[in-house]
C-alpha cells in the first residue's frame, strides 16, 4: 500500500542534544510537510517542501532544520532540543496544483526530552 | 489573522444521537475547509472537504461563510465515529496551500 511511513515512531533524546526525525513515502508526491503536535494542542506546521523548494514558517524556530534528499524522504532535525521541544511529529504529503489537495499524514514520532 | 476555533474539547453523545461538532473560522480570503479525523491508534486522515459538498459515512458539513462556520454535523451517531475531528483551513502558503488546524473536538459515542 503506498503510505507515508515515520521513524521512529517513539525518539527519546536528552536536552541539547541533536536528534533526527526520518519521514518516507511511497506516494511520490511533490510536497511533503512536517507539522508539531503538543498535548491537546492543533498540529501546526513547521515547514514544507515543495519539490526541492523548501518553505520556512515565520515562526518556527531556527533550532528546527529539515532536508530533503530525493522525493521520497525528508528528515527534521532539532539541533539544540528543549523540554518545550517534546511532542508528536507529523509528517504529511501532498500531491500540489490546482487548489487544496489532501494531504495524507504518518503515524507520527512522539518525541520525549529528558 | 488566520485561525480556526473548535469550541469543544470533548463531546459525549449516546449511540443513535444526532452529532454536531462546531467549527468557526477566520479568513480573509474564500476558503476552502476541511475535516480531518483520527481514529484510536490510526494515522491522521480527510473526512471531508466543502468543495466536494459530498457525505461521508454519514457526516456533512455546510460552509456558512456568513456566520464563518463549518459545523460537522451526523443525524444518528454511531460507536465507530469515537474519534477525535479536526476541522482545518486551506491557506496559501507559496507554491504550495497549507493547513491551519483547529485543537480538535475528542467524539465519544456511548453504547
Known amino acids: 500500500d503506498a503510505m507515508v511511513i515515520q521513524n521512529p515512531r517513539y525518539q527519546v533524546t536528552q536536552f541539547g542534544k541533536p536528534v533526527t526525525l526520518s519521514c518516507s513515502q511511497t506516494l511520490n508526491h511533490n510536497v511533503m510537510y512536517w507539522y508539531q503536535q503538543k498535548s491537546s494542542q492543533a498540529p501546526k506546521l513547521l515547514f514544507h517542501?515543495?519539490?526541492?523548494?523548501?518553505?520556512n514558517e515565520a515562526d518556527t524556530p531556527d533550532n528546527f532544520q529539515s532536508r530533503r534528499p530525493n522525493t521520497s524522504f525528508c528528515f527534521l532535525d532539532i539541533r539544540s532540543p528543549g523540554l518545550g521541544d517534546a511532542a508528536m511529529y507529523l509528517c504529511?504529503?501532498?500531491?500540489?496544483?490546482?487548489?487544496?489537495?489532501?494531504?495524507?499524514f504518518g503515524p507520527g514520532t512522539r518525541l520525549t526530552v529528558l | 489573522a488566520q485561525r480556526v476555533t473548535q469550541p469543544e474539547k470533548l463531546l459525549s453523545v449516546f449511540k443513535g444521537a444526532p452529532v454536531e461538532l462546531k467549527c468557526n473560522y477566520s479568513y480573509s480570503g474564500s476558503p476552502e475547509l476541511f475535516w480531518y479525523v483520527q481514529y484510536s491508534r490510526q494515522r491522521l486522515q480527510l473526512l471531508l472537504r466543502?468543495?466536494s459538498r459530498e457525505s461521508i459515512k454519514g457526516f456533512t458539513a455546510d460552509l456558512n461563510k456568513g456566520e464563518t462556520s463549518f459545523h460537522l454535523k451526523k443525524p444518528f451517531a454511531q460507536e465507530e465515529d469515537s474519534a477525535m475531528y479536526y476541522c482545518a483551513l486551506s491557506a496559501y502558503g507559496g507554491a504550495t496551500n497549507k493547513l491551519i488546524f483547529g485543537t480538535g473536538t475528542l467524539l465519544a459515542v456511548q453504547p
Open positions: 517542501y515543495y519539490d526541492k523548494d523548501f518553505n
Open positions: 466543502h468543495i
Open positions: 504529511a504529503t501532498s500531491r500540489a496544483g490546482g487548489g487544496h489537495n489532501e494531504q495524507f
